[in-house]
C-alpha cells in the first residue's frame, strides 16, 4: 500500500481565478478607525475562560490592539462578505494607483489575516 494513502489528502490550492471569487468576511470585532483615518481591531488575546480569567486575576488587558497601514485598512473595510477579492483589489487599485505588485500584496495579506483567524472567506 502506498504511504500517500494513509495520509490526508493535500489542501487543493486555489488557482489565481479562484481566489479572485473569494469573498472575505472580517470576524465579528470591535473596530475603528483611529485619528489617522486607519483601521485598529480589537482583538481577544485569548479564547478560553481560562486565559480570559488569568487576564482578569493579574489585572492585563484581554485584548490587543491590531494597527493596520493604509493597505490594509482600505482592505478590512471592504471584507464584508459581500466583495469579491477581485472587487477589492479594483477598490485598491483605484485608491492606490502607483503601489507596486498590490496584486501579490493583497492576496498575501488575505491569507495572512485567514491564518490568524480575523477572517474567513
Known amino acids: ?14 488557482t489565481v481565478d479562484e481566489f479572485l471569487k473569494f469573498r472575505p468576511k472580517r470576524i465579528d470585532v470591535e473596530w475603528y478607525l ?8 480589537k482583538v481577544p488575546k485569548f479564547k478560553s475562560n481560562f ?15 491590531v ?10 473595510q471592504h471584507c464584508d462578505g459581500l466583495k469579491t477579492v477581485e472587487d ?10 502607483k503601489e507596486e505588485n498590490i496584486d501579490q500584496r493583497l492576496f498575501l495579506f488575505l491569507q495572512q489575516l485567514q491564518s490568524l483567524h480575523y477572517l474567513d472567506f
Open 67 to 76: 494597527n493596520m497601514d493604509k493597505i490594509g485598512s482600505i482592505v478590512w
Open 1 to 14: 500500500m502506498p504511504i500517500n494513502q494513509n495520509k490526508k489528502a493535500k489542501k487543493h490550492l486555489p
Open 88 to 97: 477589492i483589489l479594483k477598490i485598491v487599485i483605484k485608491k492606490l494607483p
Open 51 to 65: 486565559g480570559k480569567s488569568f487576564c482578569r486575576v493579574i489585572k492585563k488587558e484581554q485584548h490587543i490592539i
Open 34 to 41: 483611529n485619528s489617522e483615518g486607519l483601521v485598529d481591531i
